[in-house]
């Protein structure tokens, strides 16, 4: 049997400085097959695709490199002049272009390198490798700094076929391009890798392009291979919490949910956290995750270097039932509701008035039994007594309730609203708690004053109450928040104020998220998923992108055509128009 195009295996680069660039990274590329290689900047994406043409050499590369059974660290110069380009060839992320050769004799370099070329033999094949790429042909006796951007891309990647490689690396190809530019040189390597048959690989922050691209997927972290999936499957139902972390990050038309910043920093390659590297940032770590670090195994259909196998989840419903009221006035307010919230995810509750929301809202806190079903956070089943030991866990949900004035008492000032479940938990001295009543009046964007902080309920607007609930709900480090109706008193400019400090709460933190609401334009600007009540039930679950604009049941449909709906831009800058003199 022939070798695999590309082998890696073990690869680690310590480059100088005590820079770990990448840290045991291994796999395979069989000829024709795509390959991408995804992950934030400084994640070691560039530095893999060097050392995959022998660029980089031990001691700084250890482990193996074999391209077409060729071994590349350690290997002879003359091995490596005779691999690169007739068998490997590297698009690199910017231009490495000679500035005083014109463009047609950089394309033919490797040809004249090999001696064998008569200069119009080059010439025509510099021409047609301009054709393919979608280069004018006019274009190749200009100089580098003569061109566009766009334009040197397609100089590179031509240069990069003219010796028709086995393996061609393309290190971020999107990389300053127009989106006309990029949708079109994305179409032409496609056909140029089907028409050609070479094997690929791209390095890649562009999830879009790497799923256009290729059909395997390593999402690279801190030097690490963390998830190994099909491309689509990795984008569609990412696994590992760092890969579902970089999709919510990423901004794309079908989603219509607020970005969402990954937590915390990535490491610094010279101080890599001990045993997962992402466990500083996650938000379902324990203290395994600090201590051992997880290997690469299988896990839901792919390959994840998680101690859980990836996200898990964090709360569930199951089958929960609950009944007001007997005979003639009895209630179902719940009837089997079942869906789960995971480990960082956000999820909204919708429904008409009537539908169960608020009382769905309470169970899942703690503070209504069900009659029947159970709510689990991490598996272990949530109470609704309130022995001492109960009382630990039901802190880990906190419940902000619709109304806040009926939530807080008119008798405390809002430094003891806010201090209160410290106080109660006896947590810290008071020096201690009053500094982390501040912190969190700050963190929901409220003064620390002695003014404001005295001052009362009948003292405060309604946005300033919900932003106290939220601080009195959120001091408590729960993993969870269920947000009741938390905008539905406030105008439009608070209710913005209050959903980005919501956001905001929920990234830092690591808050798992139940938003309740009767409007589907909300939920959909926050949450990751939409649940839909109707009498009880629920009729509907899906990706918020889903359910508000192509919802399937009529209750859904219902809650969409009663959304609110302003007037597009251009029709209130429509000067054209009769103005409506009825």
Known sequence: MSPPL?????LRVDLAGGVQALRGVTFGLDAGDTLAVVGESGAGKSTLAHALLGVLQPPLARGSVRVAGHELLGASDPLLRSLRWSTVALVPQ??????????????????????????????????????????????????????????????????????DPALVILDEPTVGLDPAGRADLLDRV????????????????????????????LMLYAGEVIESAATRALVGRPAHPYSRALLSAYPVMSTTKDLRPIRGRAPDPRAVPTGCAFHPRCTQAVAACADRRPLLEPARGRLVACHFGGTTTLLSASTVSKTFGSGARRVRALDDVTFAVEHGESVGVVGQSGSGKSTLARVLSGHLAPDSGEVRLEGETFPTSWSRPARQLRRRIQLVMQNPWQALSPRLTVRELVREPLDLAGEGDHTGRGQLVDEMLDAVGLPTSSAF?????????????????????????????????????LDASEQARLLLVLRGLQVDRGLGLVLVSHDIAVARKVTDRIVVLDAGRVVEVGSSESVSGSPRTEAARRIVAAAPVLPSLDDRHDTTREPDRS
Not at 457 to 465: E, I, N, T
Request: with cysteine.
């Open 6 to 10: 590309l082998a890696v295996e073990n």
């Open 94 to 163: 910017s231009s490495a272009l000679n500035p005083v050769s014109r463009v047609c004799h950089q394309i033919t370099e490797p040809l004249s390198a090999q001696g064998r070329t008569p200069p119009a033999a080059a010439r025509s094949r510099a021409e047609a490798l301009a054709q393919e790429v979608g280069l004018d042909a006019g274009l190749l006796e200009r100089y580098p700094h003569e061109l566009s951007g766009g334009q040197l891309r397609r100089v590179m990647l031509a240069m990069a076929l003219v010796l």
């Open 190 to 217: 496609v056909a140029l890798a089907r028409n050609r048959g070479f094997g690929m690989l791209v390095a890649t922050h562009d999830l879009s392009a790497a799923v256009r691209l290729t059909d395997r997927c």
């Open 453 to 489: 902080t005295s001052s009362r309920v009948d003292q405060l607007s309604g946005g300033q109450l919900q932003r106290v609930a939220l601080a009195r709900a959120v001091i408590a480090r729960p993993q969870v928040l269920v947000a009741d109706e938390p905008t539905s008193m």
